[in-house]
């Protein structure tokens, strides 16, 4: 019967671990393989004044080769396309694409016609007649290059009294500020609808998880909303124009984010505007352009002699949470923060953020910043944990007791486990103790995953040692000895990667484990000495950041359990 119960524990341990596995691979982040080259429609401009107008979308290819505007500011540098007055080049200075510091910078915005094309456009539309600057516009600059010590002004004359302007400037991180202006020098007046808008023209590939959003969002009337590629794609085909999401309210901000990157536009916050999701696909169905708009949803009315300007701000950057809440503050853009996905558990994920910036502000390293962190969660928890370990405690007083029972209900295991209840209810004990402390940090462990995953602030971090980045997992590896065979045992099967910090894990799960009173059914002891085994793979292949959480807590339980019982076992004798 033993031997029946053990090889249905062992069962059960592996069904967990292979349904994990199979998660893990599903729906758990991963690194997305090298984006593939599409097709990239261009864009053009028109209509009157409604989102579809600013939305439109053809099938040609366009590779700009034209004059360029030269960028260059503290954090970023690039060019801005003068034929369209196109923001296609943005690079980051301070981000490589990898850790070695030889790697390519990393670029958020590429040129149509290569192979990630992502730019931003400002414009205008307006009735029939008014001849408007488009994708063939060649703008002059007032200057060769754009610098926070030198704005450039974009001109350009249609011709019939009215001279097109767009004025940028740029600060010192990743804030560019566009003040759309229009002067009229003829005899009648105009009505104008100023646009911006965020285009991708290309089919990215994504992680998208419950961990991490990618892809088109924006904030209207103060509410976060988001659209994936897919649902875009989906409801785009089947509405007119392609307009899957639209809203008119005053100010907000819209764009597309990537995990760590975002360009988004944010109009005048006192300005009435719409913002709309859209797509269009292309001719041969390779791909298709996902685009983010606003357009005023008043005109502005230019009189003879007279002219009006719109001012709209253009983030193209990392999204570094503290960046981001200066600029919600200094312009006003509601909800900027949200850029960062932190979810549901905001109001976790959040602080358990702040915090570990602090900490790491104090230490300079992040590694040190999670295990102060442990230990102040352990802190925060230890009036509940010394309650459940003193429970323990006396569970194991009750050995003798409990031998003693399962002779008595040798073949009854019905009568074994009520006499067992009748004996935790005699001696005031609960056996779901224990379990208290570890339900309680579930929330705790799921927010900081969340953390670790999606904040750049984290991004390619490194502890000490063999850990380069605490977001990604331990690069170490069991099954080829830590690097001594040349192969890697993760092409033949993704389970197979254990690295040492994991082990280490295990390990002190496993020392825990040992301080903890043995269940009273033999089946469920055999199944739990297998957890330690099962939670080293299932956390195996997780960030490192959140494997030393989970060993610092270990090691952190096992003193504080180990001297509790101790205590509470001189202290408090079983009952005779």
């Known amino acids: 019967m033993d031997q029946k119960r053990l090889i249905t524990a062992l069962v059960m341990s592996f069904i967990i671990l292979g349904v994990f596995t199979f998660v893990q691979e599903k729906f758990l982040?991963?690194?997305?393989?090298?984006?593939?080259?599409?097709?990239?429609?261009?864009?053009?401009?028109?209509?009157?004044?409604?989102?579809?107008?600013?939305?439109?979308?053809?099938?040609?290819?366009?590779?700009?080769n034209g004059p360029r505007l030269a960028v260059d500011a503290p954090l970023v540098k690039g060019s801005i396309g003068l034929t369209g007055a196109v923001f296609d080049d943005v690079v980051l200075k301070t981000y490589h694409e990898t850790e070695a510091a030889n790697s390519p910078l990393v670029q958020i915005m590429g040129r149509r016609g290569g192979k990630t094309p992502t730019y931003v456009q400002f414009g205008w539309s307006a009735p029939a007649g008014v001849k408007l600057p488009d994708d063939s516009t060649l703008w002059s600059a007032s200057a060769p290059e754009l610098t926070p010590a030198s704005p450039v002004t974009l001109s350009w004359n249609n011709g019939q009294g009215l001279t097109f302007e767009l004025l940028v400037s740029v600060d010192d991180q990743y804030?560019?500020?566009?003040?759309?202006?229009v002067?009229?020098?003829?005899?009648?007046?105009?009505?104008?609808?100023?646009?911006?808008?965020?285009?991708?023209?290309?089919?990215?590939?994504?992680?998208?998880?419950?961990?991490?959003?990618?892809?088109?969002?924006?904030?209207?009337?103060?509410?976060?909303?988001?659209?994936?590629?897919?649902?875009?794609?989906?409801?785009?085909?089947?509405?007119?124009?392609?307009?899957?999401?639209?809203?008119?309210?005053?100010?907000?901000?819209?764009?597309?984010?990537?995990?760590?990157?975002?360009?988004?536009?944010?109009?005048?916050?006192?300005?009435?505007?719409?913002?709309?999701?859209?797509?269009?696909?292309?001719?041969?169905?390779?791909?298709?352009?996902?685009?983010?708009?606003f357009i005023a949803a008043k005109a502005e009315t230019v009189a003879p002699g007279a002219s009006v300007s719109f001012t709209s701000h253009l983030f193209t950057g990392a999204k570094v949470v503290k960046i981001l809440d200066a600029y919600s503050s200094e312009y006003g853009i509601p909800n900027f923060y949200k850029a960062v996905d932190f979810g549901h558990l905001y109001f976790l994920t959040k602080p358990i953020f702040f915090a570990l910036d602090f900490l790491n502000a104090l230490t300079g390293n992040f590694g040190l910043a999670?295990?102060?962190?442990?230990?102040?969660?352990?802190?925060?928890?230890?009036?509940?944990?010394?309650?459940?370990?003193?429970?323990?405690?006396?569970?194991?007083?009750?050995?003798?007791?409990?031998?003693?029972?399962?002779?008595?209900?040798?073949?009854?295991?019905?009568?074994?486990q009520a006499a067992t209840m009748e004996l935790y209810k005699t001696e005031k004990i609960n056996p779901a103790s224990g379990c208290l402390p570890m339900l309680l940090q579930i929330p705790v462990f799921f927010s900081l995953y969340k953390v670790i995953f999606i904040t750049i602030e984290m991004r390619q971090t490194p502890f000490y040692g063999w850990i380069h980045d605490l977001s990604a997992p331990d690069p170490t590896n069991l099954f080829n000895l830590f690097g001594l065979l040349p192969f890697d045992p993760t092409t033949y099967?993704?389970?197979?990667?254990?690295?040492?910090?994991?082990?280490?894990?295990?390990?002190?799960?496993?020392?825990?484990?040992?301080?903890?009173?043995?269940?009273?059914?033999?089946?469920?002891?055999?199944?739990?000495?297998?957890m330690p085994l099962i939670f080293t793979f299932m956390l195996a292949r997780s960030p490192a950041g959140l494997v030393l959480y989970w060993t610092c807590n270990n090691i952190l339980s096992v003193g504080q359990q180990w001297l509790i019982m101790r205590q509470a076992g001189k202290a408090a004798p079983a009952r005779s």
């Open 175 to 181: 804030m560019f500020t566009v003040q759309q202006k």
């Open 493 to 530: 099967l993704p389970m197979l990667h254990i690295g040492l910090l994991p082990l280490i894990m295990g390990a002190t799960m496993f020392m825990q484990q040992k301080l903890n009173p043995a269940p009273a059914d033999p089946a469920q002891a055999r199944m739990f000495q297998f």
């Open 183 to 293: 002067v009229n020098a003829g005899s009648t007046q105009v009505q104008l609808y100023p646009w911006s808008r965020v285009v991708r023209d290309y089919q990215p590939t994504t992680i998208q998880t419950w961990v991490s959003f990618e892809g088109p969002l924006g904030v209207f009337s103060n509410t976060l909303k988001q659209e994936s590629y897919k649902d875009l794609k989906s409801d785009g085909e089947k509405a007119a124009g392609g307009v899957a999401y639209s809203e008119t309210a005053p100010g907000g901000w819209i764009g597309i984010t990537d995990k760590y990157w975002l360009a988004a536009v944010a109009p005048e916050q006192s300005a009435n505007v719409t913002g709309s999701m859209s797509y269009a696909t292309v001719n041969d169905g390779d791909g298709g352009a996902y685009q983010t708009s």
């Open 29 to 64: 982040p991963h690194a997305p393989p090298p984006a593939a080259q599409v097709n990239a429609p261009t864009t053009q401009t028109g209509g009157v004044g409604t989102q579809e107008g600013a939305a439109s979308t053809a099938s040609a290819q366009t590779v700009d």
């Open 370 to 416: 999670i295990i102060i962190f442990t230990i102040g969660i352990k802190l925060l928890f230890f009036p509940l944990a010394s309650y459940s370990y003193r429970s323990m405690a006396r569970m194991k007083t009750l050995s003798p007791k409990i031998n003693a029972l399962k002779a008595q209900f040798k073949d009854d295991q019905a009568g074994l």
